[in-house]
């Protein structure tokens, strides 16, 4: 089946221009989370949404970073005013529920390289 | 402070010459540990989820185990499509099931 996939895969930026970066998620999952990986390192946690509700912002590096569900499905990820510290892939992940046991894992998109000249 | 520390940072094996992956970890109340491959220019693909010590998994030429501080990978004979970053990472108790990454091991195998 359809995994998650995200766009665009690829995306440079000047400086200060505002970003947006989409994720669809795997069709029925609640759970959706997007990391930020830098290279050479481990991802790490930006925010968590269960549905359309976003219940941990707490990994967001600043409040130039913004990220929506509003229905419950595609989310997207804005970046205003990028700043090259801004540069790093930037990975959706999915999960069917929020639980532990069966279906907890979480499923990976294919990234989305940000390049901020 | 949770964190997932992983070594060694790259592996070269010869094909079908075994060996294991480390990965230590502090978290306060593990709700479960993730073994994940990455290639490159590919998001993490799930490989493994343990919840408790003494727990085991295997898949193929994989297999995880888990103890109180620390899980290995192990692989068995490996191929050269083996090849990849291994990530471990934790989900700690009281959170909302974010993911708390190492930096990965960097694993080549090679003909």
């Known amino acids: 089946g359809a995994g998650v996939s995200q766009s665009p895969r690829y995306k440079v930026a000047k400086r200060g221009q505002d970003v947006a970066l989409r994720c669809d998620p795997i069709?029925?999952?609640?759970?959706l989370f997007w990391y930020q990986q830098a290279l050479g390192q481990g991802p790490e946690f930006l925010t968590y949404f269960q549905n359309e509700a976003q219940l941990d912002k707490s990994g967001l590096p600043s409040d130039r970073f913004f990220a929506e569900r509003p229905e419950g499905s595609v989310s997207t990820l804005k970046i205003q005013r990028t700043q090259q510290e801004d540069s790093a892939v930037y990975l959706c992940?999915?999960?069917?529920?929020?639980?532990?046991?069966?279906?907890?894992?979480?499923?990976f998109g294919p990234g989305t390289r940000l390049t901020v000249t | 402070e949770d964190q997932v520390t992983q070594s060694p940072e790259a592996l070269r094996l010869q094909e079908g010459e075994s060996s294991s992956l480390n990965c230590s970890y502090t978290v306060s109340g593990l709700r479960g540990l993730f073994w994940y491959r990455q290639d490159p220019g590919k998001g993490p693909e799930f490989l493994f989820t343990?919840?408790?010590a003494g727990e085991e998994k295997e898949k193929e030429r994989l297999k995880a185990t888990l103890t109180k501080k620390e899980s290995f990978l192990h692989i068995t004979a490996p191929k050269p499509e083996d090849s990849a970053t291994y990530l471990c990472?934790?989900?700690?108790?009281?959170?909302?099931?974010?993911?708390?990454f190492g930096a990965g091991t960097r694993l080549a195998v090679h003909p």
């Open positions: 992940a999915s999960s069917l529920n929020a639980g532990r046991g069966e279906g907890y894992e979480q499923y």
């Open positions: 069709s029925g999952h609640v759970s």
């Open positions: 990472a934790v989900q700690a108790g009281g959170g909302y099931n974010k993911l708390i």
């Open positions: 343990l919840y408790s």
